[in-house]
C-alpha cells in the first residue's frame, strides 16, 4: 500500500457489476490501475450484454469496450490487492463478503460506496437499515480484519469520478476508524478529482449512519431534479 | 391570509419557548408581525430566567427582552392566526396539538420545523420515527384539517433567521399537500432573507422523510465543525 502522495498501479478489486461498479472501474483503467472485477458467475455475466432501463450497459458489454479490466469469480479471488472497492447493492453485501476467503480480504483497504436501499415497495426506496445502526458499522462488525471507509454513498456515479462535473463546489463524505486506511482513501479521491478541501471526515464509521441516512433525502431531490448530476456542498463560511 | 408579495402585520401563533420558537418570535416581532408564543404554563415559563446549558435564554428572561411578545397558555390560546409555527420538541407535537381546540388549527397553514429527535440514549441522538414515516406526514395525518409545510427544519436557528449569515449558496427544502401553503411560506421565507433560488420545493408531505432523516447527518457535521453555523447548498450546476 503507497501513502505517497501519488496512487499508481494499484491492483484494485471491485466488488458489484452494476453502474457504481463499471464508472469505479472505468476511472480506474483510466489511471493505470490494474482492475479486477467480482462477480458471482463471470459467464452468465459475460453474457448480460443489454443496456437496462436506467440505460447502464450490462457488464458483458461493458467489458468489451474495456477488455484489459479483469472479471473474476467470487470463488477463484485471489489474494494481494492493495484497494476493495465494495460497489455491491445493499443487500447483497453481506451474504457475498461471506462468501470470499477471509484471507483475499484480511487487512484490507475497503471503500465502502453501498447504501442500505430497500425498492421492494418500488421507488422512492427506503432503508433496510438505519437509525440504530447503518450497514457500513455492519460491515465493520461482521469482518473486523476489514478497514472500511465508506465514501462516496451520496453521490451520483458519473459525479463519484469526474467531481468537476460540477461548477462550484461541493462534498464528499468519509466515515472510517482506521486513520490511515482514510488517508489513502483520500489519496485516491485527489486522484478522481476530488479537492482536499472537498473531502469531509465525519469521524469513525459510526457517521456514516449520516451519510446512509441522506439517501431518502438524495432520491427526492432526484425526482425533483430529473437528473442525477447534483451533489451538496457543505457551506459553514459565516460572513 | 395574504398570498401578495409582501407579509404584513400577521398575527403568529408560535408553538414552543425553545430556542427555535424565540430564534423565529425574535425575527417576526422585527419583521412588524404580532407574536403570540404558546406554552403549558404560562407563569412556570415566566419563572424560567436561566441560561441553559447551550446558552439560550430561558423563555421568561426572553419575554423580559422583548415584551411586545404574547406569552399564551396553550388551553387559553383563541382562533385568528394567520399562521402557526411548530418548534415544540419532535417528542412533544402530537401531545400538545392534542390538547389545542380544533376551532384555532381549523384550516391553518403550520410552518413544521418539529424533529423526531430522540436524545434518551445521549449525543448524538437518533430519531424516534423515520424510514416508513415521518413527523411531518404524522402530523398532517392527525390533523388533516392543517395544512402543514415541513421547512427550516435542517438548519440552525440562526441562518433560519438570517440566511445571509452564511457566505454563499445555500438550500432550504418546503415539502408539503398544499400549493398555496408553500406560496405563502416562501413569501415568508423570503422575508427572512432568503432568496426564491435557495428554496427547494421537494413536493409532497411524504418528502419530509428525507429531510427529517438528513438530521443523523447534520448533528455529525455539527460534531465536526464545532459550531451550527453551516449549511448545505444543492449544487446541480454542471459545466
Redo the contacts between chains.
Sequence with gaps: MSTTNSIINQNILILGTGAVGQALAGKLLSLGHQVNIGTRNVKESLSRTEKDNWGNSGIGLWIKENPTANLINFDDIGRGFDLIINALSGQAVLSVLSGISTEVLDNKIMIDISNPLDFSKGFPP??SI???TSLGEQIQAEFPFLKIVKALNTISNPIMVNP????????V?VSGNEADAKSFVSLMLKSFGWEESQI????DIT?C???E??L??????F???G?P???????????
Design positions: 427506503s432503508l438505519c437509525n440504530d468537476k462535473l460540477l461548477e462550484g463546489d461541493h462534498t463524505f469531509f471526515d465525519l469521524g457517521t449512519r449520516g451519510t441516512m441522506f431518502p433525502l438524495w432520491v427526492r431531490m425526482g425533483k431534479l437528473s448530476i447534483f451533489n451538496i456542498n457543505v457551506n459553514s463560511k459565516s460572513k
